[in-house]
C-alpha cells in the first residue's frame, strides 16, 4: 500500500481525546488511494501525448505497477499501444514486455521505453492536482 498512498484531504489530523490523544489518527503517509481514480486521461496538450487515439496515462500504470507487483518482476501488456506500461514498469525497476500490432505504435514504444531507461519519459507529475473548474466557471452545469 505505501507506495500508491494519496494525501488526505486533512493531513496531519490528531485525536483529540481517548488513549491515542495527540497521536496521528490516520497513517502520516497518505491513505488508499480508493476505488476511485481521478486520473486527467492522455489528450490534446497533455505532456504524454503521442499519435495514439487511446493512451493510457503513465499515471495509472504506475499505480498498478507499484501495487501489484515488486522490482524485477516482469510486466506483461500484450496491447501495449505506444509502450504506457513497459514505459511505467521500467521506471520502477520492473522488466517489461510487450506486444502490439501496429509498427508505427511499436516504434514509438521503443522510444518511450528507451526514455524511461534514461530517466526522460515525458509524464504528468502525480503531485500535480486535478483542475477542477470554479463554480462559476461556462464548464460547470447548473439546473
Ligand atoms: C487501447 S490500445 C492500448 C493503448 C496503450 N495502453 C497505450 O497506453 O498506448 C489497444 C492496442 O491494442 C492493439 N491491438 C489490437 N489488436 C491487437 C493484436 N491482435 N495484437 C497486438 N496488438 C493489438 C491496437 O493497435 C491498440 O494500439
Redesign the pocket.
Known sequence: MDPVRVPQKYPGKRHFKGPHKGEYSANPLGKNPGDVWIIPNVKHNHPEKTV?P???PVELVERLVLALTRRGDLVL?????????PAAAVVHGRRAAG????PE?VKIARERVAQAVSGTLPARPRSRPVYVPSPNSPLVKRS
Do not use: N
Open positions: 495514439h487511446c493512451q493510457f501488456d500484450p496491447y501495449m499501444g505506444v509502450g504506457t506500461t506486444a502490439e500490432i501496429v505504435y
